[in-house]
């Protein structure tokens, strides 16, 4: 049964980010301000693949700009800018649908706390790096992801009623049988411009 009202999926997602840099230490650095959250469509259904991702808007360090080598040149690549309300962006997440809306809520605030925590301690722009090649999830994912875990079980019980999460609650069709629409922030992934 619709009952008309509108859930702006951008917003709600917006406004959780925004408590859990309250909420939780350890995500406390982040400026919400400076993440634009966004949502993509899936080509496929069910809950196997990606359900979420982010692009950082800065190379290492919080640098606009880097260097590659491609065979004997070396190349300046740039950034590009984006900006909200006049304020430039240094993050942008987005949230796969209708795959990460099929999760449960746990899963899904799990997914939440993920990509949060690949925001450097600085948010400066750049990724949270980690010694080592795979420097995006550290020497084990299997423990990034128990932490990840471990940070959505304590939010949870922070609030047993889950007010703040009742949007999430339910699979993507009883989300749409909530709502007589589902809106939500559409932007072409940003692409990294080679200056010379």
């Known amino acids: 049964m619709v009952n008309g009202t509108v859930l702006n999926l951008t917003l709600e997602l917006e406004r959780l980010i925004a408590d859990i840099v309250r909420q939780v230490e350890e995500f406390g650095h982040i400026d919400p301000e400076r993440v634009m959250v966004c949502v993509a469509t899936t080509r496929g259904g069910g809950v196997h693949g990606t359900y979420a991702k982010i692009h950082p808007l800065r190379f290492e360090n919080g640098s606009r700009t880097t260097s590659v080598r491609r065979g004997r040149k070396t190349l300046l690549c740039e950034m590009p800018a ?51 090649k795979n420097y995006a999830h550290g020497s084990s994912r299997q423990r990034f992801n128990a932490l990840m875990a471990k940070f959505a ?7 047993e009623n889950h007010e703040r999460l009742r949007f999430l609650a339910g699979d ?22 080679i200056v010379t």
């Open 153 to 159: 079980d304590g939010y949870l019980a922070r609030d």
């Open 172 to 193: 993507m069709a009883a989300i749409r049988s909530r709502h007589g629409a589902l809106v939500a922030r559409k932007m072409a992934a940003p692409k990294i411009r």
């Open 82 to 132: 984006i900006t909200r309300g006049g304020v430039e962006m240094l993050y942008v997440i987005y949230f796969l649908t209708p795959r990460f809306l099929d999760l449960s809520l746990r899963e899904k605030l799990i997914t939440v706390f993920h990509e949060l925590y690949h925001i450097s301690p600085e948010c400066n722009g750049d990724i949270r790096r980690f010694p080592g």
